[in-house]
Nanobody, 120 residues
Framework: QVQLVESGGGLVQAGGSLRLSCAAS????????MAWFRQAPGKERELVAA????????YYEDSVKGRFTISKDNAKNTVFLQMNSLTSEDTAVYYC?????????????WGQGTQVTVSS
């Protein structure tokens, strides 16, 4: 199984950028479909972005398309989420997750989350 640790969250002004990292250990990220979820206070957790394990195809939730980019570095066993043009609507706890199945499947492994706060 794989262990996931997120980092890179913090406080940023609206319009700013952050890059989240998800460091994996135990198994290679190349063997998983990797994703970033987020959960804002009082809201359900939502899938933000994902990258498939074989083809590297990507998925983005509509509200982040053109602003967020998911990528992975197999050599560093790390997945990234570059977030640009941040708004207060992006404020949430961001979680990294992994699955051996497809993007829309249940995810088996989760990190502890990293807080992103965007001030307006």
């Amino acid at each position: 199984q794989v262990q996931l640790v997120e980092s890179g969250g913090g406080l940023v002004q609206a319009g700013g950028s952050l890059r989240l990292s998800c460091a994996a250990s135990g198994r290679s990220v190349s063997t998983y479909t990797m994703a970033w979820f987020r959960q804002a206070p009082g809201k359900e957790r939502e899938l933000v972005a994902a990258i498939t394990r074989w083809t590297g195809s990507t998925y983005y939730e509509d509200s982040v398309k053109g602003r967020f980019t998911i990528s992975k570095d197999n050599a560093k066993n790390t997945v990234f989420l570059q977030m640009n043009s941040l708004t207060s609507e992006d404020t949430a706890v961001y979680y990294c997750a992994a699955t051996v199945a497809g993007i829309r499947s249940a995810y088996d492994y989760w990190g502890q989350g990293t807080q992103v706060t965007v001030s307006s």
